[in-house]
């Protein structure tokens, strides 16, 4: 996987500070705002990034672009809360599977195990790839996106690491940046290149190339 980009160190513009105008306290207002932010999601996950407008989040959201306005600054600022409130769910999802356990699992298993909560997010969170992984995006997003592909690398490094202990520190970073980073490019594509009917075949078909990767180096659990 080709690292992102690093910013144009030579460019004099400075990016407006990306944070929510205000945190709202009531009720009503605090759901207002999760409408905005699935609003967003959702069309990130239909158009892309580029696509998305304020006055088209406004509407999906059923709400003016003035009341939009009040909570977000601009665009930017409304998808880093996206990116940080999908990163936030994202890990706690794993952190429920995040078990010892795992590591003893077959093979197999252990790669549906390192799949699954992927499937199951990105159904649930539109817009997640897009957002999080569509560039460049704004520094604030570049930002999150490393932080949670070194987060999801030491994940796997930790798991492969209480499976094969025998490996070395450097063998196992290895094994778990390309795991991680091949999974990661091959669901997004998956998830928005196949028809619905045909994603569990896909899915498979990328829990065979893994397992195979994998075999030689971690296929059998350390006893004890």
Known sequence: MV?????DQT??????????????????????????VRATGELCGERGVDGVTMDAIAERAGT??????????????????LAERNVADLNKLLDARDA??????????LVDAMIAPFVSFHEA????????????GSTALRAIRGRLRAHLRRRVERLF?????????????????????SGRALMQYIEHNVSPNERPAYRAELRSMLV?????WIGDAEEG
């Open 3 to 7: 690292p992102d980009k690093q910013p």
């Open 11 to 36: 460019a004099k513009k400075t990016e407006t500070p990306l944070i929510p105008r205000r945190t709202p306290t009531q009720r009503r207002s605090q759901e207002r705002l999760a409408r905005i």
């Open 64 to 81: 003016s672009i003035g009341s939009l306005y009040q909570f977000f600054p601009n665009r930017d600022a409304l998808l880093q809360m």
């Open 100 to 109: 010892p356990e795992m590591a003893a699992l077959p093979l197999a298993e």
């Open 125 to 136: 969170h539109p817009g997640y790839f897009e957002v999080l992984f569509a560039p460049p």
């Open 161 to 181: 690491r209480l499976r094969a202990p025998h490996l070395s520190a450097v063998k196992r970073r290895r094994l778990a940046l390309t795991a991680v980073e």
């Open 212 to 216: 195979a990767y994998l075999e030689p």
